[in-house]
């Protein structure tokens, strides 16, 4: 991708990016990061607070909680791909070790194939119902497997050729979607009704399990791009100040409020108008949508389902290919993108006609999230024990096929970040509470109130400190200025060697 040309296909896997090639920008990220969440997708998700129950301004501020709070989270993740020019996955090496990164790779390959799922389904959905509406096209299983397979097949096209024309994608989502969603407004503004009081009120038993499971329901969202931050920000010089490549992720989530406040109001003017459309058990928010607008806003509709779905698609499916070739080196990127975006076409087909899987894939991608939170949490407080420290060359050790270096640790396993995401990602899942979807062992402990994520959240931090306090990491992996916070031993450290032949390394 030396020249920059838009439709130059990028053939850069999980190698450290060069430098002369590492020309994006904070705006970049921004734009990437802003323009996959910026969707029809995120929509739905808006629309929760009213499904639970909530009032508008309630709804808003569960909506705005949970927004801060996950952009918060995320934001330290942008700076990996920086300072090691790769992604999140290959820089989680130097806290799970060489080996143990793996679990990265697994989380955001089913992360990216889940959202990418749902981006699809509900581009699909919108631009089925929209056409049948404005222009009688028959509403049938064949239309909609028509629309999934076009629409999937044109995110693969421009997940093939890779960042460069994905940023192109993501410039025009950006300014398109957000003035399609601000053109809402005067579509809607004659039936909205912000006192609208909505089902469950304060005192009500459900209340704040409704309040907290919709702020975390909004932090989700966010927290599905942990993992792929590093894969759009390695482009980004290692000289750009922190600050800013935070600052560019930070605000890429706070800007998502206004698909977030479209899905609110819509849901509300739904709800008010026909409860039908509103059913907490089969919650049918599209449906609901096309039935409330104004014929003239059909085709708005329809184009904010194929802009925001060619962003989340294209950024979740990117990401997807860059990881499983960084996992199994003998695909290139560009092999790994289309047998991955295969695969992911096969499923949404069997999940949306054969198996009926559209519900149980948002359960689907909660459980992952719940998982990949904590894994978040043991690369933020590695960062900062690492003073932001790492050795590029023995991050690639697994892609290349050797052995040793700093984070080999044991074997290519590091047990304390292992054990912590472990533990954590197992304790957090048994405090999932779902109602009729999924409930873990320990989902009714907080009196319904899915707690999941801030279980998750606060014994990875806990447990990953304790870990590198009782079992000190490496002197060397510290870098020159030594730790923070904790401490460290005088381990020997083994020399990168390549792999015997036909060794499993």
Not at 204 to 224: E, H, K, M, Q, Y
Request: glycine share 10%.
């Amino acid at each position: 991708m030396s020249s920059g040309s838009l439709t130059e296909i990028e053939t850069y896997g999980v190698e450290r990016i060069p430098d002369a090639d590492r020309t994006a920008r904070p705006l970049d990220l921004f734009r990437v990061a802003f323009g996959g969440a910026n969707t029809f997708a995120t929509c739905v998700l808006g629309a929760f607070p009213i499904l639970f129950g909530l009032s508008f301004w309630h709804g808003l501020a569960a909506t705005v909680l949970g927004l801060v709070a996950g952009a918060l989270i995320l934001a330290p993740l942008s700076l990996f791909g920086p300072l090691n020019g790769t992604n999140n996955a290959v820089s989680s090496s130097a806290h799970l070790g060489v080996h143990g990164r793996v679990v990265g790779s697994f989380l955001s390959l089913l992360t990216a194939i889940a959202f990418f799922s749902i981006s699809v389904w509900s581009s699909g959905d919108a631009l089925v119902g929209g056409a049948h509406r404005l222009a009688g096209l028959p509403d049938t299983n064949l239309s909609y497997a028509v629309a999934y397979g076009l629409f999937a097949v044109l995110v693969l096209v421009v997940c093939v050729y890779g960042f460069r024309f994905m940023l192109f994608v993501n410039k025009i989502a950006v300014a398109a979607a957000s003035l399609l969603f601000v053109l809402g407004v005067f579509a809607f503004a004659g039936d909205f009704d912000p006192s609208y009081a909505g089902a469950v009120l304060p005192g009500d038993p459900l209340f704040w399990p409704s309040f907290i499971g919709a702020a975390l329901i909004v932090l989700s969202n966010p927290v599905s791009f942990g993992a792929f931050l590093g894969d759009w920000s390695r482009y980004i010089p290692a000289s750009t100040p922190r600050r800013k490549v935070m600052a560019a992720a930070f605000l890429s989530q706070i800007a998502t409020i206004l698909p977030f406040l479209f899905g609110l109001t819509t849901a509300s003017i739904i709800a008010a108008k026909a409860a039908a459309y509103v059913d907490p058990a089969a919650p049918n928010y599209v449906g609901g949508l096309l039935a409330v607008s104004p014929g003239w806003y059909f085709v708005p509709v329809c184009l904010i389902a194929l802009i925001g779905g060619m962003s989340t698609g294209t950024t979740s499916l990117y990401g997807t290919g860059l990881d499983f070739s960084s996992v199994f080196p003998r695909f290139s990127r560009v092999q790994a993108t289309v047998f991955i975006g295969v695969l992911s076409i096969v499923f949404i087909f069997v999940g949306r006609f054969a198996a009926n899987l559209t519900q149980s894939i948002s359960t689907f991608a909660t459980l992952i999230i719940t998982c990949t939170a904590p894994w978040m949490v043991i690369m933020m407080l590695g960062y900062v024990t690492r003073r932001g420290w790492y050795d590029p060359e023995a991050l690639q050790v697994f892609n290349r096929r050797q052995r040793g270096g700093r984070y080999w640790f044991t074997h290519g396993w590091n047990w304390r970040g292992l054990s912590a995401w472990l533990v954590s990602a197992g304790l957090a899942l048994s405090f999932v509470n779902l109602p009729g979807q999924f409930v873990g062992p320990l989902g009714d402990l907080a009196g319904g109130i899915d707690v999941s994520l801030p279980v998750g959240l606060a014994v990875a931090g806990l447990l990953y400190l304790a870990l590198l306090a009782l079992f000190p990491e490496p002197r060397e992996v510290y870098g020159p200025a030594g730790p923070r916070l904790v401490r460290s031993a005088d381990t020997p450290v083994l020399p990168i060697v390549d792999a015997p032949a036909g060794a499993v390394t």
